[in-house]
């Protein structure tokens, strides 16, 4: 077989985010307004008639069931009863555990890509509905780019697209478990949340902030130290570690911290996220 297909795989960002209360469940009820941004990952994929091969310019990645990009390919396999073999190459730009989403939006490309590959004729929502199984996340990206988030985030409702840019902060040496982050919140202490309707007036409210403060306290210097370089506002996206903030500036600096100017991406319903959506 000689059919292949390269796709970007893109960094997602809360714009805010909302903690309402811990369910009977043990998942937590939030309200987050996510956007997807042009931060990629390119991620290969090739039908083969031998074995499957997995290769990355990272070497933390195992083609195993800690990889979301494997486990997404068993998970097609379970579902179509397709019985296949892939060559996949991916390229990672995101950050890890950084709060940008790399690993869903990884699965959530796999499965758009297999998906055109195999020929299968999956609906953006049937494939939201696959991925559901591999990650709260990974549904979000075969949104239209920008959705409200409710439930424990599998409950999306398209927002209408702002063409603002932002910059992303991403400490190189700073992470944190998202687990221990929520372990460690205060509901009673977290401030009251905005009027969800208000779609418009991004990084206000990060309910896991103060979390992951007490955890590192060297993220609560770095956010101080964004506001110090001319940020007008900064928000930490998710469990952390990165922060998004406005992009008023140019080129900022700091010493352990890498930049990404990025803008918002558009999704047409039959299309994946590209170049030309910004």
């Known amino acids: 077989m000689s059919q292949d297909i390269t796709l970007y795989s893109p960094a997602k960002a809360n714009l805010f985010f909302h ?17 997807v941004f042009s931060l990629f990952d390119t991620l290969s994929i090739s039908l083969t008639d031998k074995i499957s091969y997995f290769s990355s310019n990272v070497d933390y990645l195992k083609f195993d069931s800690s990889n979301l990009i494997y486990r ?21 730009k995101i950050p890890i555990k950084s709060g940008l989403g790399g690993g869903s939006s990884n699965a959530a490309t796999t499965l758009w890509g297999l998906n055109k590959l195999l020929k299968t004729s999956f609906s953006s929502i ?21 959705v409200f ?7 999306l409702t398209p927002v209408s697209y702002e063409s603002e840019s932002y910059y992303l902060a991403c400490p190189k040496n700073l992470s944190l478990s998202t687990p221990e982050v929520f372990k460690n919140l205060n509901l009673e202490n977290r401030a009251p949340p905005q009027d969800k309707i208000n779609y418009y007036n991004p990084l206000t409210i990060n309910h896991l902030e103060s979390s992951a403060f007490n955890l590192c306290p060297a993220l609560f210097e770095l956010k101080q130290s964004l506001y110090a370089l001319g940020f007008q506002k900064v928000m930490m996206t998710g469990s952390g ?6 992009s008023n500036l140019k ?25 030309d959506s910004f």
């Open 19 to 35: 903690v309402l209360n811990k369910r009977s469940d043990g998942y937590h009820a939030i309200e987050s307004l996510v956007q």
């Open 72 to 92: 997404a390919i068993e998970l097609f396999k379970l579902k179509t009863h397709l019985k296949f073999h892939v060559k996949v190459h991916i390229d990672k």
């Open 126 to 146: 049937e494939l939201a509905q696959m991925g559901k199984e591999l990650g709260a996340d990974v549904p979000l990206f075969f949104g239209p780019g920008r």
């Open 149 to 155: 988030c409710q439930g424990i985030g599998e409950k």
């Open 241 to 246: 570690s990165c922060f998004i903030c406005s």
């Open 251 to 275: 080129n900022p600096f700091l010493l352990g911290v890498d930049f990404y100017h990025v803008l918002p991406l558009l999704r047409e319903e039959k299309s994946w996220y590209n170049l």
